[in-house]
């Protein structure tokens, strides 16, 4: 593919590069998932696509490398100045995975503001940033709050999301000791994982 691409409609490029960077990234090559992630992103700049330039700037800032967290106060700047010209979706995507971003940095209150704009921005339910906020809440002891969170995140289709969630809620219900709540959630986060 790399051999003719130069050839290519930069569309085909950027989509090309941004598959590569993913198929890299989900194998643990991250260097090379920058590489082909920051290839896509200069395409997309120049090409004007803002929508799939937001998109690159998300996969890189998520990468588990140096290269990217030197660096990512330069990529959440540039995400924060392009988002306003996108879709609403796409703007609360993005601000979920900065969110998810400074949740690694254990900056947790950086990442419950970004998960809150993601809620707020989304014209649909933002499953990931219910469940991702809920998460933080139920680790700092706000029980009640996280539970109202967790349960608008159950109504997602996406069984990876519900399992994460039951996990969560088992592993909260073993530490206080309610073994037959623990149990239950067990019995969800399995049927979740065999789904």
């Known amino acids: 593919a790399e051999e003719v ?13 941004s598959k590569l960077g ?12 920058f590489d082909y992630y920051v290839k896509a992103m200069n395409i997309d700049r120049t090409s004007q696509n803002i929508d799939w330039f937001v998109s690159d700037l998300t996969n890189i ?4 490398i140096s290269k990217v967290q030197d660096s990512a106060s330069v990529y959440i700047k540039r995400l924060e ?14 601000y979920n ?15 419950i503001a970004y ?21 933080i809440y139920d680790e700092q002891g706000y029980i009640t709050r996280a539970d109202s969170l967790y349960q608008v995140a159950l109504q997602t289709s996406v069984w990876a999301t519900k399992a994460r969630i039951y996990e969560a809620l088992s592993r909260r219900n073993i530490d206080a000791g309610n073994y037959l709540e623990a149990v239950t959630n067990l019995g969800h986060y399995q049927a979740a994982t065999d789904s």
């Not at 100045?81 to 993005?94: E, S, V």
């Not at 998810?100 to 940095?105: K, Q």
């Not at 993601?118 to 469940?131: E, G, N």
């Open 5 to 17: 691409l130069e050839e290519s409609h930069p569309a085909i490029q950027s989509l090309v590069y």
């Open 22 to 33: 993913y198929l890299n990234r989900e194998s643990g090559n991250y260097e090379l998932a």
């Open 61 to 64: 800032l998520n990468l588990p």
């Open 81 to 94: 100045k392009t988002l306003p010209n996108t879709r609403p979706n796409l703007q609360a995507k993005a």
């Open 97 to 111: 995975n900065i969110g998810v971003y400074y949740e690694d940095m254990q900056q947790k209150e950086q990442a």
């Open 115 to 135: 998960y809150q704009k993601a809620i707020q921005t989304s014209v649909s339910v933002p499953y990931r940033a219910y469940s991702n906020l809920a998460r």
